[in-house]
């Protein structure tokens, strides 16, 4: 059986602060989903809050950010090789990107199992 090789590297891109936010969908199989995301000077829009039906894992590997959990007073500091594990529906949002370098995350999605119950 012949199977395909995919590569890549997840540092070639081509982010500016003045460009859309790039995601890219590396892996969807199984309800399980692997995204490449470069910000740069990104945040959330006002009022705006991530409220997903699957649990998401997400590393920031280069770069700088702070995540905003709803209920929590303080923004969620990260910095490269930081990671964050978040529950399914833990409503959420980007407060801020660094607009002086590329934040490059690698984001994790599966089926939360303890959602249904």
Sequence with gaps: MKRAIRSGNLFDHDASADADEQIDALVEQGGV????????????PPGFWYDSPRAEWVV????????????????????AGDHVLIDAHCR????????QEPSVWLAIYYPDDDAAT
Excluded at 60 to 79: D, R, T, Y
């Design 33 to 44: 989903s692997i995204e490449r995301i470069v910000s740069m000077g990104h945040a959330s």
């Design 60 to 79: 920031l590997l280069s770069g700088a950010a702070a995540l905003v959990f709803e209920g929590e007073a303080a923004p969620h500091q990260m910095k």
């Design 92 to 99: 959420h949002r980007v407060a801020w990107t660094s607009d």
